[in-house]
């Protein structure tokens, strides 16, 4: 069965240091893994995704993540938060001709003045 | 050019209400989901449809129940609203089942 856990509910870093949001996926097949945010009041977007063609993946606003099998692991960075950064950030899994993405319980970030 | 559009984006209602929320992608999407964010964020899914065809139902009351009149619609009907039913709702859409998803804004819904 697959399933996505995020370390930490909350996350507080200050402006200009460093952001790591941690996931741990189970998927008994090989998986599509996502990082979305979500601001407040709104839809959650895509930051970006895993599809197996490079375990380093980069997204918008410099946030990249590494896909690890061997830790089942897509932690999110970012090497500069910035304050507009502040959000839930929310990682998923859903695997091939799926048609169910699996959401993690979201990470709250804070960014520190 | 809104890529998901979901309307009301607020809907407050009493108990045992009958209301529906109404979900349009002009994305040229297959694939259509309705979620269900508690007061916590958590996001759960709540039904897939593919090429208007029920693919996910997880185990959600029958009193939800989805329409698809076309591929680029999915209306959310709920009969005998409950206090358990406020949250957020949000309408999404992907090509295939495994792609990027699309949400729409959300309907904060409030049964009182």
């Known amino acids: 069965a697959q399933s996505v856990t995020q370390l930490g509910s909350h996350v507080s870093v200050s402006e200009g240091a460093l952001v790591l949001l941690r996931c741990n996926y189970s998927s008994s097949v090989p998986p599509y893994l996502f990082w979305y945010v979500q601001y407040p009041n709104q839809g959650l977007q895509l930051l970006l995704k895993y599809t197996s063609a490079a375990t380093l993946v980069k997204g918008i606003n410099g946030f990249e993540a590494e896909f690890k099998k061997s830790e089942t692991s897509f932690h999110l960075t970012k090497p500069s938060a910035h304050m507009s950064d502040a959000a839930e950030y929310f990682c998923a899994v859903c695997y091939t001709g799926g048609f169910k993405t699996i959401f993690g319980a979201g990470t709250r970030l804070f960014v520190k003045a | 050019d809104t890529a998901v559009s979901q309307t009301p984006k607020y809907l407050v209602t009493q108990m045992g209400n009958d209301k529906s929320i109404k979900c349009e992608q002009n994305l040229g999407h297959d694939t259509m989901y309705w979620y269900k964010q508690d007061s916590k964020k958590f996001l759960k899914i709540m039904f897939s449809y593919n090429n208007k065809e029920l693919i996910i139902n997880e185990t959600v009351p029958n009193r939800f129940s989805p329409k698809s009149p076309d591929k680029a619609h999915l209306n959310l009907h709920i009969n005998s609203l409950e206090l358990g039913d406020s949250a957020v709702y949000f309408c999404?859409?992907?090509?295939?089942?495994?792609?990027?998803?699309?949400f729409g804004p959300g309907t904060r819904l409030t049964v009182l």
């Open positions: 999404a859409s992907s090509q295939a089942g495994e792609d990027t998803q699309y």
